[in-house]
């Protein structure tokens, strides 16, 4: 099916492990992005990726790794789980032309709990 | 500095009434676009409407307007004719098209309308 899924939907994970959440489109889109959105805060930017092997900062980085192998997909790793990191995490693509709508997929996102 | 600015946490209105929600944005490029979105409560997020920043005229879709007020860097929303299952979370996006955050999408703290008989 054409879309974006990530996987797992809900995850529980001890605190200093390492997690990983998946993310996968099927447009062949360039941009893809992972955000954290929690109460008061919106959707807070992890990392963005503008094609494959290229991987860049947003706001809240900091714990988190990605990489970007192939064009559909888009893992996002948690080096070692913190309680803070409890949180929704959507994974959204997009299309990178300049000028004209160019919004945003999104996956259904997971829930993250850190015990 | 916060790139979206969405001041209304929440936000009530009667059904069938039009309701108006802020957004305040911050760029100093002059290529962008501004989004909003939808959120009801099974999570999923929605795209409303689109704007961008040469557009001349508002944007509209269908009962969802965008006041673009480009000198004050405001892109409210306008929801005419409300309906109950417009109750959901709202944000305004912003996606600058130049300079070193080329296509970063940001995303405000969101405004919670509720929608009442």
């Known amino acids: 099916d054409a879309g974006i899924t990530q996987s797992p939907r809900y995850k529980i994970t001890e605190t200093g492990r390492q997690v990983t959440l998946m993310c996968h489109q099927t447009?062949?889109?360039?941009?893809m992005f992972w955000y954290r959105q929690d109460l008061g805060h919106g959707l807070r930017l992890i990392y963005y990726?503008?094609?494959?092997?290229?991987?860049d900062k947003g706001e809240v980085p900091d714990g988190y790794v990605v990489s970007r192998s192939k064009t559909e997909n888009f893992p996002l790793t948690l080096e070692s789980a913190t309680r803070s990191q409890t949180s929704v995490y959507f994974c959204?693509?997009?299309?990178?032309?300049?000028?004209?709508?160019?919004?945003?997929?999104f996956g259904q996102g997971t829930r993250l709990t850190v015990v | 500095a916060q790139k979206i600015t969405q001041t209304q946490p929440g936000m009530f209105v009667q059904e069938k009434e039009a309701v108006t929600l802020d957004c305040t944005y911050d760029?100093?490029?002059?290529?962008?676009?501004l989004f909003w979105y939808k959120q009801p409560s099974s999570g999923e997020m929605i795209f409303l409407i689109y704007?961008?920043?040469?557009?001349?005229q508002n944007a509209t879709e269908g009962r969802y307007s965008l006041n673009f007020q480009k000198a004050r860097k405001s892109a409210n929303l306008v929801i005419s004719a409300s309906q109950l299952g417009d109750s959901a979370m709202y944000f305004c996006?912003?996606?600058?098209?130049?300079?070193?955050?080329?296509?970063?999408?940001?995303f405000g703290r969101g405004t919670q309308l509720t929608v009442w008989p």
């Open positions: 959204a693509s997009s299309e990178s032309r300049t000028g004209v709508n160019t919004e945003a997929f």
């Open positions: 447009w062949s889109h360039s941009y």
């Open positions: 990726s503008a094609a494959a092997d290229i991987t």
């Open positions: 760029t100093s490029d002059q290529s962008y676009g």
């Open positions: 704007q961008g920043s040469y557009d001349e």
């Open positions: 996006a912003m996606r600058e098209y130049r300079g070193s955050t080329l296509g970063r999408l940001y």
